[in-house]
C-alpha cells in the first residue's frame, strides 16, 4: 500500500473553508485501487493555515490512473478558487499559498479490532 499525501498551505483562518470543498466528492471512490482518504487540518501553525489531503492506494499505479483520469481533472478544475469570484463578479484574490506531494511506503499498518 501507499499513502500520497498533498499538503495546501493556505492563508491563515481560510483552512476549515477550504477544507469543506472537499466534503463533496467529485468522484475519487470509483477509482480503481483506492483505499480511502482523509482531510488533516495541522494544529498549531502561528503563519498560514494548512491541511495535508492524505489519500491510500493499493500501489502505486492506481494512484497515477487517478491522476491522469477526467475524475482528478474535474476535482482540479477550480483548485485556486479564482475561477469562483464574488459576489460583484470580480475575480476573488486566491486564499491558496502553494501545496507540496509526497508519496509514502506504508511499512506497518495496524487497524482497531471490532
Ligand atoms: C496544486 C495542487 C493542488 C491543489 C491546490 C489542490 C486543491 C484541491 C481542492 C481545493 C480540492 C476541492 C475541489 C473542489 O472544491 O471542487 C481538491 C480535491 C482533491 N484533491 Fe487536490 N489539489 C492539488 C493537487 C492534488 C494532488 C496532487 C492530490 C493527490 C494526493 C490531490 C488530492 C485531492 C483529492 C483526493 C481531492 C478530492 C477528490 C474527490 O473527492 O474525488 N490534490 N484539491
Keep these: 500500500m501507499i499513502v500520497v499525501t498533498n499538503t495546501i ?11 469543506q470543498r472537499f466534503q463533496s466528492s467529485k ?3 470509483q477509482s480503481p485501487g483506492f483505499v480511502r482518504m482523509e482531510v488533516l487540518f495541522t494544529e498549531n501553525l502561528e503563519e498560514h493555515d494548512e491541511l495535508k489531503v492524505s489519500t491510500t492506494w493499493t500501489d502505486k499505479a492506481s ?14 478544475a477550480h483548485r485556486g478558487g479564482q ?28 487497524q482497531a479490532v471490532e
Excluded: C, Y
Design 9 to 19: 498551505k493556505v492563508k491563515k483562518g481560510h483552512g476549515e473553508t477550504v477544507a
Design 27 to 29: 468522484g475519487i471512490e
Design 63 to 76: 494512484f497515477e490512473g487517478w491522476v491522469n483520469s477526467d475524475s482528478f481533472r474535474q476535482a482540479h
Design 83 to 110: 475561477a469562483s469570484g464574488t459576489a460583484d463578479g470580480k475575480p476573488q484574490e486566491s486564499v491558496m499559498l502553494g501545496s507540496q506531494l509526497s508519496t509514502h511506503r506504508v511499512l506497518v499498518s495496524r
